[in-house]
């Protein structure tokens, strides 16, 4: 399954949610995005943010939006040409300070609700609980530090063989379109 990464919708995931979890911490923030992409994907087609999950040894991490936190943390090789630091800062080297709440204009009404299901389903569990959750079939059948596969991704939402060709399909559509 091809799916694209949107910067913008993912920058807003991250805002989102920081500003609505009360324990900031890069993993948590990671594995309520990843169960929320994973959810909307079942649901709709798609995830909300397109980004790369790689199988770390926590679970599902988003591959991209780690790259932004590091850049705005000071430990990228890339610098902050696009003012990240103006929404968010890093503080004790894993922890979220939103500087401004998600652009509600820039997630739809349904990725909103799927963000605000898995806060509801995920926040408030210790970081053992979440990453056995994060510890799904599509982790555990990627090698550690590779790339999971969407495909695999969508079955472990639940779709099954008929619906991920039709998600299949939208997402060339979508690929081609853009």
């Given amino acids: 399954m091809e799916v694209l ?7 807003n995931a991250l805002l989102y949610v920081a500003n ?6 890069f993993h948590k923030i990671f594995k309520i995005i990843y169960f929320a992409d994973r959810q909307h994907l ?3 087609g798609r995830p909300i943010t397109g980004d790369t999950y790689i199988a770390m040894d926590a679970g599902p991490v988003p591959s991209r939006l780690y790259d932004m936190l590091k850049i705005v943390r000071g430990d990228s ?3 902050d040409t696009e003012g990240l630091s103006q929404y968010f800062r890093v503080e004790n080297w894993m922890y ?7 652009d509600l204009n820039k997630l739809s009404a349904n990725e909103q609700e799927a963000l605000s299901d898995a806060i509801a389903k995920y926040a408030a569990l210790s970081y053992d609980e979440i990453k056995e959750k994060s510890h799904d079939v599509a982790w555990r ?3 550690r530090d590779f790339a999971i596969n969407w495909d695999s991704i969508a079955r472990e939402a639940g779709l099954d063989g008929e619906e991920l060709e039709c998600v299949n399909e939208f997402t060339k559509l979508e690929t081609a379109l853009s």
């Fill in 5 to 11: 990464f949107d910067k913008t919708k993912t920058l």
């Fill in 20 to 25: 609505r979890v009360q324990r900031k911490d």
């Fill in 42 to 44: 079942a649901d709709w």
């Fill in 77 to 79: 090789y890339l610098p």
């Fill in 96 to 102: 979220v300070h939103p500087l401004q709440d998600a």
């Fill in 141 to 143: 059948s990627t090698a």
